[in-house]
Every structure is written in structure tokens, then in C-alpha cells.
């Protein structure tokens, strides 16, 4: 498979996750939600994770973000261990930073203030070069005239970008996406997705997106990583061998349809066992 | 773009200009006009009960006239009214031990609330204690009061402390507890420090709760000072109300008790205002009808 053009570039932002395991101690006892999992994420690309409601998907991307600890196995970095056996659990950090399911700008800061809050905090910048360089980024991605308003002021379309930009500030390695877009409307969807390309092209990151919706798993991602109900592991992994930059025409192209078959029945198949345990969301 | 402009310019209105165009709006709308009519009837009511009719028990209550009459008088027959300098010097000692009490208990329960709300091993050993001494009432610790602190200004202004304090830290500590946990973490994503998340994440999130509180507070401030006046003190609104009962002058009774409440209401109002000021992200928010 060759590696497309887009990620070429990257060399960094590389995630080995290895026979990763997590047992939740729940009130009804122990709970396995990821079990014996292996993914390795290639640096600059975009993978796609696809899985039933609450088959741990998040808290995978809890793991890689240093939000909970894993209970065996190991999660690499560029080479270096986020989280393994000496240490469950990962130092939340800069150099991988998660956009929400529902959004976390912080209601009190202006849009500007929650860009250039990143550098400021880390003490990188001073808080007027981290407002100048946010100022910039904002107006790459198209938020000009908002940067004084509260995220509560502007559409949840426009709220998403921001968050990402706040993201992008830190020069991250990877990008962790947890349905990011999964509150927005059609319209607004497809719009956040060739914003987010045009980010990406632009920045070249590791984007670990989690996704339900399988025509926004192909159509953003390098690959799409299908994962089984809970516990939690790669069933299938599928190469979108549709070459990037892409545009929204790529969703009537056959090869797009072709691949939808292929990811369709195996997303069934796992969904319909999640709706007969009963899974609920974690 | 041009619905993004437009936002931008209306983060800009100005602060008179918002003013002005509310109290158009609210003249405009029934609402002044429904509190008129429930004023006139509850004093309607309370003239005809008590002036006319002198119906059952309420013949004994002293009625608006005589109220009036008595606190618009510039000669008044109890000695008290608008135009004698001792009504002043009652509400303003009240207002004092108020203040006092308010600073205090707002100085020690916002920052007590927090640390109850933030940290789980200080909330496991005060909380219970906390707890154990919230439902104790005012009135039961004015033995006390009276026992550990000296002259008539301290006592009271401990006990009005006392049940401010309280609202005041459960508040804060709901408010701590009630921030999406997406926050703090979002935070920490961006190489925010422990204090950087309690500075920028806890604090400013805590703050729609901590104003609540905080106007709970007041008025439970006023509850408690009237209450710690009746017993100790010498002057004063509670105090006030107090002696007139003893002296057998029933209207000065009715006057110290509205203006309880037209200085309870005020400060309670001077409160959400403060609230507004420092929450401008919420007062914006709220205004396009709660966009989020």
C-alpha cells in the first residue's frame, strides 16, 4: 500500500498502541472494555475509529490522552511510552490534544483567549504573541470577526473550528477527535469536514478521530479501523485507497461506494451484538 | 460572513445603551404593570382587613395609614420616622454588621467551598463536620455568641456570619462539582498546571454557582441579623422592631420590617449585578437566548 502524498510529509505523531487491556471496576463488578489491543497508528495520517456505541473507543482515546490508566499492555509515542506497565497511566500534554464529543471551549474566554490559552499556560509565549499568533491561525481557518465574542455567541459549526485551531496552537503531534462533529447537522457536517482537510493539508498531524457515521470515517480518513463490540480490538482495518486531497465529490465516486459495502456489513455485524448485550455508552 | 460581523458588533454595545434599551423593553412589556397591580392589591388588602373592616385578629394590626402617616410624619407621635436622624442610624448599623458579615463569610466560604469542591481529602474530613454544624439555627448559637465575643457588635456580626457562610460555601462546592470534567481535562490537554486548571478552569466555572450562593447569602445575612439584633445590640433594624413591641408602638413595628425588606431586596439586587459584571460571558449568552 502506498503511503499518500498528505502524510508523507509528517514524521512525527506516530501511536503504538500494544496489547492494550482496561478493566473498569464498576458497581456490578469488573468490567472489560478494551481487551488485548493493537493499533499502530502511522505518523501524519488520519485514522478513522469506527465501533458500536460503548464498545470503549473512548476509552482508548482516554488512555493515549493520559485521561484514565490502562490496566495491561502499552501506548507508544514517536518511540517513547506514553503508558505501559511501570506507569498506567499517561501525563495528559500538549503534544496530543482531544476535541471533545460535546465541545470543552471554556465558556468564560473569548474565542481569542481560548486559542492563545495553550502557550500562555504552557509559558511559551507571552499572552499578546500567543494572541497574535492565534489572531493568525483563526484567520487561516476562516474565524475572522469572532475572536471577541464567547464561544457561547457563535454557531456550534464555528465553535468546532475554534476548538481545533485552540488545538493547533500547540503544534501537537496527534489530534485526538472523539465524534467531534456528531451534535452538528448534516449541512454543518460536511462544511466542519472540508475544514478539517483543509487543516489538516495545512498542518499535517496525526488525527485519531473517533466516528459512528461510516461515510465520515472514508471520507476523512487514510485508514478506518473497524473495532468490535465491547471488549474493545481492531476487527478489521480497511486502506481508503481514495488518493488525498479530497473533496466532497469523492462521495459519489464508485470507489467510495465500493468501500462503504465492504465497511458496512462488518460495522453491522458488531453493532447488532452491542444492541443485543445492551451496551451502554462509558 | 455577514451574520459573523453582525455578532462581532453586537459584543460591542455599550453598557448604557444595553441599559436603556431593557428598561424600554421591560416598560414595554406587562411585567411593571402586574407588579403594580400586586402591590396595590396587597396593600389594598391590608388597608380594608385592618382599617375598615378591622376584621377578626387583624383589628390589632396596626394598618398602611396609620403606617404612613406616621413614617412620612415630621413630627412623629412614636418619635421615628423619614425625618428623625435615629431611623437612619438603625438602618445604617444594620447595613454595617450586613457588609461585615457578608465580606466575612464570602472572604472564607468562597475559598472553603472551593477547596471542598476541588480536593477529595479535604471534602472527606470537613464536609461531615460541616454538615454536623450547617443545621444548627442562629438563634441556638446566640448563648453562645453572647459567651465568646465581647460587646453588642461582635456577637451580632458573628451570628449574622454564621448561616452566610454556610450557603455560601455549599454553593461554591456544588459549583466546583458541577463543571463538565471535559473542562479541567481540556485544560490539562493544553499543559495547563494543577493551579493554572484551579485558576482559569475551577474558579471562573464555579462562578454562576458562587453568585447564587452568594445572593442566598445575603438575604439569609438580613434573616439572621434581625434575629441576633432582638437579642443583642442597641441598635439596628431587628433591635428596632424589638423595642417598639416593648413600648407598645405597633407602627414603628411595621416600619422597621419594610425597610428590612426594601434593604434586604436591594442588596440582594446590588449582588446579581456584581454577578452580571464579572459573568459577561453569561450575561451574553443568556441574551441571544442561550445559544449553547
Redesign the interface.
Known amino acids: 500500500m502506498n503511503a499518500p502524498a498528505a502524510q508523507a510529509a509528517a514524521s512525527k505523531g506516530a501511536i503504538r498502541i500494544q496489547n492494550v487491556d482496561k478493566v473498569y471496576d464498576a458497581k456490578e463488578g469488573p468490567v472489560q472494555a478494551v481487551s488485548d489491543c493493537t493499533l499502530d497508528i502511522r505518523a501524519g495520517e488520519i485514522c478513522m475509529i469506527v465501533g458500536p456505541s460503548g464498545c470503549g473507543k473512548t476509552t482508548l482515546l482516554n488512555a493515549i490522552a493520559g485521561f484514565h490508566d490502562i490496566t495491561g499492555g502499552s501506548i507508544h509515542l514517536d518511540g517513547e511510552m506514553l503508558c505501559g506497565p511501570e506507569r498506567p497511566k499517561a501525563e495528559p500534554g500538549p503534544d496530543r490534544v482531544v476535541v471533545f464529543q460535546n465541545g470543552a471551549l471554556f465558556p468564560w474566554k473569548t474565542n481569542l483567549e481560548n486559542v492563545a490559552f495553550g502557550p500562555v499556560v504552557q509559558g511559551k509565549m507571552t499572552r499578546s504573541q500567543a494572541e497574535q499568533k492565534a489572531r493568525g491561525m483563526m484567520a487561516d481557518a476562516g474565524l475572522i470577526g469572532v475572536e471577541h465574542n464567547y464561544p457561547g455567541e457563535v454557531s456550534s459549526g464555528m465553535r468546532r473550528r475554534v476548538e481545533i485551531v485552540r488545538a493547533l496552537m500547540n503544534d501537537p503531534k496527534v489530534l485526538l477527535l472523539d465524534e467531534p462533529f456528531r451534535a452538528l447537522d448534516q449541512l454543518t457536517k460536511s462544511v466542519m469536514h472540508e475544514a478539517l482537510l483543509e487543516i489538516y493539508y495545512r498542518n499535517k498531524v496525526t488525527i485519531f478521530f473517533i466516528t459512528h457515521d461510516l461515510e465520515e470515517a472514508i471520507f476523512l480518513g487514510h485508514r478506518v479501523a473497524i473495532m468490535t463490540t465491547r471488549p474493545c480490538k481492531p476487527k478489521k482495518i480497511l486502506e481508503v485507497d481514495i488518493p488525498h486531497p479530497r473533496d466532497y465529490s469523492v462521495l459519489t465516486s464508485p470507489r467510495f461506494r465500493e468501500l462503504m459495502e465492504e465497511t458496512v456489513s462488518a460495522v453491522h455485524e458488531e453493532a447488532v451484538k452491542a444492541f443485543e448485550a445492551g451496551e451502554k455508552e462509558m | 460572513?455577514s451574520n459573523?460581523?453582525q455578532?462581532?458588533s453586537?459584543?460591542e454595545i455599550g453598557a448604557w445603551e444595553l441599559l436603556t434599551y431593557r428598561v424600554g423593553k421591560w416598560l414595554k412589556s406587562p411585567t411593571p404593570y402586574l407588579m403594580l397591580v400586586g402591590f396595590a392589591l396587597f396593600f389594598g388588602a391590608w388597608y380594608l382587613l385592618s382599617e375598615v373592616f378591622r376584621f377578626w385578629r387583624f383589628a390589632s394590626l396596626p394598618g398602611p395609614k396609620a403606617v404612613l402617616t406616621e413614617w412620612f410624619n415630621p413630627n412623629p407621635v412614636y418619635g421615628m420616622s423619614l425625618y428623625t436622624p435615629d431611623y437612619y442610624i438603625h438602618i445604617w448599623s444594620s447595613m454595617r454588621r450586613v457588609l461585615y458579615a457578608f465580606i466575612i463569610s464570602t472572604g472564607l466560604g468562597v475559598p472553603f467551598g472551593l477547596f471542598l469542591g476541588w480536593s477529595k481529602n479535604f471534602r472527606e474530613f470537613t464536609f461531615p463536620v460541616f454538615e454536623t454544624l450547617r443545621p444548627i439555627p442562629v438563634l441556638a448559637w446566640v448563648p453562645l455568641a453572647i459567651v465568646m465575643f465581647k460587646g453588642d457588635e461582635t456577637p451580632v456580626i458573628f451570628l449574622t456570619t454564621l448561616a452566610s457562610f454556610y450557603a455560601t460555601a455549599l454553593n461554591t462546592m456544588l459549583g466546583v462539582q458541577s463543571i463538565?470534567v471535559?473542562?479541567p481535562?481540556?485544560?490539562?490537554?493544553?499543559?495547563?498546571?494543577k493551579w493554572?486548571i484551579f485558576r482559569?478552569?475551577i474558579i471562573?466555572?464555579a462562578?454562576p454557582f458562587i453568585f447564587t450562593g452568594l445572593q442566598i447569602s445575603v438575604g439569609v445575612a438580613w434573616f439572621s441579623l434581625v434575629a441576633a439584633e432582638m437579642v443583642s445590640g442597641e441598635y439596628g433594624l431587628g433591635y428596632l422592631i424589638l423595642a417598639s413591641y416593648v413600648n407598645v408602638q405597633y407602627p414603628i413595628i411595621i416600619i422597621g420590617m419594610i425597610s428590612v425588606g426594601i434593604v434586604g431586596y436591594a442588596s440582594s439586587a446590588l449582588v446579581r449585578m456584581a454577578g452580571d459584571y464579572m459573568?459577561?460571558?453569561?450575561v451574553?449568552?443568556l441574551a441571544?437566548g442561550g445559544?449553547?
Open positions: 460572513m459573523v460581523k455578532s462581532a453586537a459584543g463538565d471535559s473542562y481535562r481540556a485544560a490539562a490537554c493544553l499543559g495547563a498546571s493554572q482559569h478552569i471562573p466555572g462562578l459573568m459577561q460571558w453569561r451574553r449568552e441571544l445559544a449553547r
